[in-house]
């Protein structure tokens, strides 16, 4: 648990939307590797230059048990 409090602290700090499941057309962005330990950076799949990107953190399974 003390793994998912210090994702949450990020998330705050970063002003970053969190997920514990995976948004319907949403996917995991490859590559990226500043989310903290237990967490993975995902999309909503929209263009960079479009506008309408967003980016949230997936909180992955194993920190939630």
Request: net charge negative.
């Amino acid at each position: 648990m003390d793994e998912f409090n210090r994702i949450i602290e990020f998330a705050m700090r970063e002003d970053v939307e969190l997920y514990t499941s995976m948004p319907a057309g949403w996917r995991r962005i490859i590559g990226a590797m500043t989310a903290p330990r237990g967490s993975m950076w995902i999309c909503n799949g929209k263009s960079h230059f479009s506008g309408e990107r967003k980016t949230a953190l997936l909180v992955k399974e194993e920190c939630l048990e």
